[in-house]
């Protein structure tokens, strides 16, 4: 199989699999929301971006597509260059000094939408000064965050911030996370859940789905959590909630997913029982520390494709999943089409709103409008089982 | 056994397993925040308020209890009244013109703190234009809609109310109601859930928890829902969301929990099951038209003590739980002690700070302070498991 | 109410909830396969066996009923009696003296069909030599130890032991018996089961229906049991397997379901935590050594209907529900109606078997024929409710 | 990473994760039981079954291992050739001609002790008389059957089944299997379980722990099982049991888990919905006709590496999973490391006591030893978290 057909492959599967985006499309193509526009988006290069990407396309845009290093799939790039000419700038090799030149390229292009991860086209717009962007859309927390933060007051355009949503919330983080990361675990090592402890750190939305999702299969669950009214829930529904101290002595499989970085330290190291797993699935892979392991460590051993050895000066040794990234994301392949199709969903109609009604948005940060998590939510449950037992 | 005796063994045997109000009471015993302080509570007297009430009696209050008419246990206001001098108004047999009488008496006494249930005394101090009252708590929802309604803007003192507490919505709503309405369930109707299709209507914090409860037991549930997003969650639960026209021909027992009149109409009574069971959750014993059903019937039998049938004239039967009053009430003996004692921890330091440092507060209804909510769910985790373990 | 329409209620609201045993009567009443015969039951009489015991009047037997001291609902007697005719020996407050004589009287009545409990009725015919019998079902497993061991040999006619058919295995042990103690513990004691620590000895049928009731209601669950195969199954259901001198001090709530005596001794008693509750749910009484614990304790108080707790030297105390009788019948109604149907529909269908094709069995102890169970289990397949959905 | 170097680190990944054998690894080092013994071995070459060609030959074996076409992992057999200077015969390329050839090759050795799989290298001794072989093991249901059918009374050395054993039931059934086909489900099409519809058939113990999985993963899972009693057990774990004409129509994804062929057949296509994936668990390839699919078909696509789609006459579309071939073999690693560190720690005692007390065994097929699920089982329960706690 060639790339392109790889590629191809990748992007039909994933498509077949996102009925959101699928009835989006009809919307776009007879609209055409987006002729005459030119987008720049920013979200990682993989099968299910590629079908937002097609989306967009689809609706008039011409499109430039930056992906990250280390996460762009090469064969979906190749597709999308071969099969809709988007100009997609980037490479699984790519550094990071690559990927500065990659959204100086972007800009180049003049974009007046831009479809943003992390806010990084944003800030380089903002730091630029060019003008000409009308709108745009944010995928992630840290892009939040960032525009909440450093861009607070900068942005003279408004950026409808995808990831506030309680759709996404309820799919992604509520229902989607848990067996996404279990997935990746599976992958990884292979080993058994049931009947095995695992001390999990951060009881918030994502680490409620894990927890749950790992006790309904019959594992032990630790928890450790410093907000207590989020430890008191973890407690009624059936996880032990420990202080650190009392909870690495006891696990076979440590999981940080608190969204803090320095959770799992140098001081707790001589806690860890030999031969314990650590996995991260919060978004910065400093919640374990991974630097300090490896200086710690008298010897460093690759014993599976994600999974490496650390042997303390203790005797002891610590095996780390997937170099401490996202586990779902470093070791699977991330959530599953339709939680995607949500997600993507929410920014489609997002892109469309603020290309056809500019004047209902302000500047800078906001909410995506109410009723478009409504719309999205009454267009999933007609594709839901119950609804086919009336027919 | 005397009614006293019952009465204080009832007692005896709730304090036992409230550990919140046992520490709280060692700080009113030592601190005597209500020395001089005249109280009217509004609460139902049964065992688990008197736990309460003994607290503000250690606490130096002068205290009288106001009673509903149907819920009083006459054995339990026996108890309080000889063995602490409490003054109980009512009894079980009271009509609500009893009640009318028994709240005036109350105000009779000049009360300056007022403990209350759907804002009842309140609403009459405000009536009557008597003053003297220096604060209130109140412990419902009911009672909350009336503070922001009808008596918004009118009162002068602070009105700290329980229910909006993210702690209490985690302990009562999310896990108590559950497993208070399957114990109500069981004592009414003793058949089996496993295997069995419910119906049920809502899914906000108490339909949520109730439908988990049952699919955990193995039940099949079947939701109706009229906020999408609600009802996605439901159906990435696992439920089966439908339409009410579906479900209700499908179910065997049929549970409204929406907080809303008029959910099952006279309308919807020819797609019942011959057989069905209907039960009700929501405050309000309108969810059900019980009095439409009761129009409609050809004859009506008590089949058990909280079971009774109407013969429709389409052929079929119905079986309605409780006269579709609260069944975890009117069944059995609502939440799990536990539970009432995080509620009643937050009533207790609620009382405490109005008492102590009144200035902190404003006039006109607002939250419990979050550091009470902190405190109560960082002493509740010391008396769960995982701490032992450490032992 | 009179006694008469209580007993009479009951019966009616058993019957309502008994398809089974419905479908049965149907062709009881056609071929009255009991025409002429004198049967003598000595099951428990309460509500469900009533509606077994219309059964086999339908099916035409004369009939006499002898209950056991303790657990004769009166109210059912006496409409048992007024109603249907039926000679039902014993009350309540009956002595084992007392029920010896009815044994003795019931065995005047010259039945030729028994329908036993425990073999008590069989055992008396074997010693008086009194003949006339043409055979028996026997309902329990200690009924069938018996058999198996003082009568093994000396039974000149068949009796069908129900107790070890595979249907009544899935029905009543794996399925039934865990939310019945649960029913039970909830109206013992009105206390939380999510976030507390229950140890459960034993993981054979009922053990493991414990464990996995509990553990879906978010406890923790310790498990102690004997048998490393049981003990690894419970393992991988999510339980902590522990020895008992560690699990009893971690434990909230202690539950026996092993069938033998003796698991909870003195030597026990001071690693018990303070305030533990002690339960029993295995066929005797004898699991926790309750004579010692009385022994042992300084004082003894009710605290509850079916709590007692007894203060020990060590300054400790522990509550004992239900006397360490079997908490789901001691506490609650036993199992679900519905549970009870199915194991009187194989007492139906074998009395059935043995009146019409007695020839088919030998003489002694022997399982329900399996397509009796196959029989049952598809007619209850019927009545479920996915069969409607096709509707 | 060279061939060998791949398969070296996969086996010692296994290692790691296989306490069992590590165990036993100790016993034969010792011992030697295996001393001067040739041993032909027919499992899969994978990397689990290298952990346990490792131990015989510890114990002293010289070993011939003969793979399976399409199974053989090329890099475990080359570290195995290297490392241990084990024969390993055939590649994953071979074709059924090629294994003969192995098989004749293998008995070359002139074998005194045979580790079966299918009983393929014992039917082949028993084909040819070939004398010598004292005693064999044989792994699988399917060998059980060969051996108790067209081997039956032929066979005149002892074979012990270890398929049979209680303790592999529990774990590799009971607990292993679902978690591995969802695995496997996860890999091949990145899709969601919650709220989605699975049709399963068949709930013997592999249906029941797969049913079981997805339903704790909030699918709703619809049961098609012709045994009335399995059925009813699914009803009342909450599965909806269905026939299938009722089933299919409803479903998103199919799997079949009876162990029989001819479960989907061509008479069902018509009943599929557009999109339904079909998917195996069964040991044979046959339970959905994948034959009958292929000429029904209007075109065949593949959609991904482990997803083919199947355009139907009517319009309509199946994908089917891994060519109906066991998903959790095909698309995913097969069981957890663990899982079958139980089934190979059955295969090493018995191994073990052949070698060295073959006079407590008698020709023939024949159960484990009860005395070694008991050892192998207590020997788990110290590895697993509980006992830790007591530290």
């Known amino acids: ?6 590629g191809a492959q990748k992007i039909a599967w994933a498509r077949q699999n996102m009925p959101l985006l699928a009835g989006l499309r009809v919307t776009f193509e007879r609209e055409l929301p987006l002729a005459g526009r030119t987008v720049a988006m920013g979200l990682h290069v993989e099968s299910k971006t590629a079908v937002l990407a097609e989306l967009l396309v689809a609706g008039g845009a011409s499109l430039t597509m930056t992906g990250s290093p280390g996460t762009t799939d090469d064969a979906v790039a190749e597709a999308l260059r071969q099969d809709l000419g988007i100009r997609v700038l980037g490479q699984r090799s790519d550094s990071y000094a690559d990927q500065l030149e990659h959204v100086k390229e972007s800009l180049a292009t003049k974009p007046d939408l831009i479809v943003d991860n992390g806010a990084d086209l944003i800030a380089a717009v903002i730091e630029s000064g060019q003008g000409g962007v009308f709108a745009a859309t944010e995928e992630t927390m840290s892009g939040a965050l960032r525009l909440r933060g450093e861009l607070s007051g900068r942005v003279p355009f408004p950026v409808i911030v995808v990831n506030d949503s309680p759709l996404k919330l309820i799919v992604e983080n509520e229902k989607g996370i848990g067996p996404a990361v279990l997935d990746g675990f599976n992958r990884a090592t292979n080993t058994i ?12 939305t994502v680490g409620r789905s894990m927890a749950r999702t790992l006790r309904a299969d019959n594992a ?10 989020r430890a008191l829930e973890a407690a009624l529904d059936g996880m032990l909630v420990m202080p650190i101290e009392q909870a690495l002595p006891l696990a076979d499989v440590v999981i940080t997913l608190t969204g803090r970085p320095g959770i799992v330290r140098a001081e707790h190291f001589g806690l860890l029982r030999d031969g314990v797993m650590l996995a991260n699935v919060g978004h910065f892979s400093t919640e374990i520390d991974v630097d300090a392991l490896r200086s710690a460590a008298t010897s460093e051993t690759v014993l599976a494709p994600h999974v490496v050895q650390y042997d303390l000066p203790t005797g002891k040794s610590v095996r780390l999943l997937a170099r401490g990234e996202m586990l779902n994301l470093a070791a699977a392949t991330g959530h599953a089409i339709e939680v995607m199709d949500v997600g993507f969903a929410l920014q489609g109609h997002s892109v469309h709103a603020l290309a056809t009604r500019l004047g209902d948005f302000i500047a ?11 719309t999205i939510a009454t267009d999933i449950l007609k594709t839901m089982p ?5 027919e």
């Open 1 to 6: 199989m060639t790339l392109h057909e790889e």
């Open 193 to 204: 859940v049931a009947g095995r402890t695992f001390a999990l750190f951060g009881y918030g």
């Open 220 to 229: 032990t669950v630790l928890l450790v959590e410093t907000d207590p009214i």
């Open 364 to 374: 800078g940060d906001q909410l995506v409008p109410h009723s478009i998590d409504l």
């Open 386 to 390: 119950a609804a086919r037992w009336a």
